[in-house]
DNA sequence: CCACTAAATGAATGCCGTTCATTTACGAGA
DNA sequence: TCTCGTAAATGAACGGCATTCATTTAGTGG
């Protein structure tokens, strides 16, 4: 299971590679690459908090392919099995990314701003910030709110101003829940390559689909993801307006 | 040693290649399962039906999980690397999927029925057939039409639709967009466990979440993801349908 | 009749996540 | 101060995965 994380812990950045003086090792190994002895080491070398920075590092560079524990390990130099010290599965280390995400997501406006505005805002962060991590999507959506902590917190946040803009309770979780659905769907949206709709040499038997995509097309002011984004979340966002009290 | 070869192996693991057994196959291949020795058969054993038919009886068996390239050619009595001369990688064999799965989608309201109702009952059809195939989701979302020729065939019915209840022509394509993101995100939500709202031991600190989450299972008609799912089709519904001419 | 191609086998490849025995260091209790 | 339990590292596995390749065999077009 995955620990919740300790409040920053101090963190010991990762020790300079040679502590200066106190002890010089014997066959003193000038290259780069020093390899550390089997054992514990004096300091820890692994934190939750290091993995999750070498987990979004590595999938910024090389995408959720490059992710693996090998690679983590090799980037965090460690040999694979430590990681299994800190973290139970790889599914754990996609927990802490995916943690550390949500607290990007930017939900700042439900203090500040009217309801329509705020979930407005909150949703487009939402998206943005999952179109990019569209592999933890399916994490996400079995993830129990227990497991993080951060994610939970979105929800307060959430929920608290949908209460204060007279939302019945009953039907809070519902709401959020349909957005939630619609912004990471629409997450996936944004990552479709920009011919997907092109119906090829089908385009004489789909007449009404293929005249559809042409006038989009057309039309065309912005990305179509986000032509789609803007018009079910604005649908949405009215729908669920008439329910405030 | 007693040793009988079940007729269909239904999940019976195959006996290690290196075991005796083996030797005895010489003096007795009079059962049922004849090993196929190297080189082109008479009559092809595979073909694309062939092996879609054994995906989806994998899957539906064993999930997802049991979806592996070996498994399929057991299941159909082949060695793995013949599949490859019918698909060209893992992939393939997700599209041949998806593509039988969205012939199942119900699009047939839309020749019979108001906008709306059709509307209703196609997306609650697809976000069913989806909810339990969730894996094919991101396969979905980054398969050009071109590939998929079925689920081209659904888009020309439903955007056909759309434009026959006045829908202006160049914003069909996003609503159809948007009704199917919200869809393949609900379709995740389906899969959600019952619990993944528990907020536990941190009920306290969320207050507002928490009192919500109470409130939706006090009043408990019908599964959550269901009333979710209802209500952000709804409101997606009401508010494209106000869109036409 | 022969060359070519299609469709099978079977062996091998490399990568993956994960496990396990082992080594070493730290810290608490005697 | 010794000692023992626990934490954190190494390194060598393991089985499973998708995929590739050489080989064998059967049908087919010229």
Chains 1, 2 share one sequence.
Do not use: C
């Amino acid at each position: 299971m995955l620990w919740i994380l300790p409040a920053e812990r101090p963190a010991m950045p990762a020790p300079p590679a040679n502590s200066p003086g106190i002890r010089e090792r014997e066959t003193a190994p000038k290259n780069g690459a020093e390899r550390r002895r089997a054992g514990r080491p004096a300091a820890a070398v692994l934190d939750l908090a290091g993995i999750t920075a070498a987990a979004l590092r590595l999938i910024s560079e090389n995408g959720y392919d490059g992710l693996t524990m090998a690679a983590l390990a090799r980037s965090l130099h460690v040999a694979p099995s430590a990681l299994y010290n800190h973290v139970e599965s790889k599914r754990d280390v996609l927990l802490l990314v995916e943690d550390h995400l949500t607290a990007l997501v930017d939900v700042t406006a439900f203090a500040a701003e009217p309801w329509e505005s705020a979930v407005r805002k909150w949703a487009w962060s939402y998206r943005d910030v999952f179109a990019e991590h569209t592999p933890l999507i399916p994490v996400i959506a079995v993830l129990p709110v227990t497991d993080a902590p951060r994610t939970l917190a979105m929800y307060e946040t959430v929920s608290a101003g949908f209460r204060a803009a007279g939302f019945p309770e009953e039907r809070i979780v519902s709401a959020i829940v349909a957005l939630e659905s619609f912004i990471f769907g629409s997450a996936y949206d944004v990552t479709a390559p920009a011919d997907i709709f092109d119906s090829g040499s089908m385009a004489e038997s789909t007449p009404s689909f293929t005249g559809a995509v042409r006038s989009l097309a057309a039309q065309g002011h912005g990305k179509p993801a986000d032509v789609a984004f803007s018009l079910g979340l604005e649908a949405l966002i009215g729908g669920f307006g008439a329910l405030r009290e």
